[in-house]
């Protein structure tokens, strides 16, 4: 079992930056793919970003081409959601998943096909 924990949200304002950090333990997470999908109050968990297991491919939300960035370290077991040019609407609560039932396989953009997650981490952007 692979335990997640997702870093680095907090309160922006508008049009501003922030990283977000997914550091798992407990299994290396070289061989899965990996997603962070974002979920508001009353709304279903969507799809933010996802990559494959060496970082060859990636998958962005159509809100969030252009904007964001996701990316790996294997050798740091971490994963990172790199958001710039924040909106309003892009306040939830985002969430880290690993796809450890395929190993070396490709990334999804289904939340089902992903079978760890973390405990998530709060964005707020507001003025």
């Known amino acids: 079992q692979v335990q997640l924990v997702e870093s680095g949200g907090g309160l922006v304002q508008p049009g501003g930056s922030l990283r977000l950090s997914c550091a798992a333990s407990g299994r290396t997470i070289g061989r899965y793919s990996m997603g962070w999908f974002r979920q508001a109050p009353g709304t279903a968990r969507d799809i933010v970003a996802a990559i494959n297991w060496d970082g060859s491919s990636t998958y962005y939300g159509d809100a969030m081409k252009g904007r964001f960035t996701i990316a790996r370290s294997n050798a740091k077991n971490t994963v990172y959601l790199q958001m710039n040019s924040l909106k309003p609407e892009d306040t939830a609560v985002y969430y880290c998943?690993?796809?450890?039932?395929?190993?070396?396989?490709?990334?999804?953009?289904?939340?089902?096909?992903?079978?760890?997650w973390g405990q998530g981490t709060q964005v707020t952007v507001s003025s």
């Open positions: 998943a690993a796809r450890t039932r395929l190993e070396y396989g490709f990334w999804s953009e289904q939340s089902r096909e992903y079978d760890s």
